[in-house]
Nanobody, 121 residues
């Protein structure tokens, strides 16, 4: 079994910063891509950013230049540094990972439970 646990969400004023963390635990052999998605009230879940095991990154246009994704492979942890936050960044942020488990040595996609980010104007 694999679990993804996010932390670091909260309430911040527009222009402020937050750093999200997501730690994977369980029967992990290796982790390929890790990423972040978000879902605002009344909207569909949308892509925010991903990072490969080798460090290649991609970002949604709406967050480019403001958010930075990084990861620590030794800790099975991915981070999202969010700067210059805007009210429209308000959402539940979900961690996502492609995990190769020890039991199967096959890749399976996992989601975290989400962490709330609220940006006040």
């Amino acid at each position: 079994q694999v679990q993804l646990v996010e932390s670091g969400g909260g309430l911040v004023q527009a222009g402020g910063s937050l750093r999200l963390s997501c730690a994977a635990s369980g029967s992990i052999f290796s982790i390929d891509a890790m990423g972040w998605y978000r879902q605002a009230p009344g909207k569909q879940r949308e892509f925010v950013s991903t990072i490969t095991r080798g460090g290649l990154t991609s970002y949604a246009d709406s967050v480019k230049g403001r958010f930075t994704i990084s990861r620590d492979n030794a800790k099975n942890t991915v981070y999202l540094q969010m700067n210059s936050l805007k009210p429209e960044d308000t959402a539940v942020y979900y961690c996502n990972a492609d995990v190769i488990t020890i039991a199967t040595i096959r890749t399976r996609n996992y989601w975290g439970q989400g962490t709330q980010v609220t940006v006040s104007s």
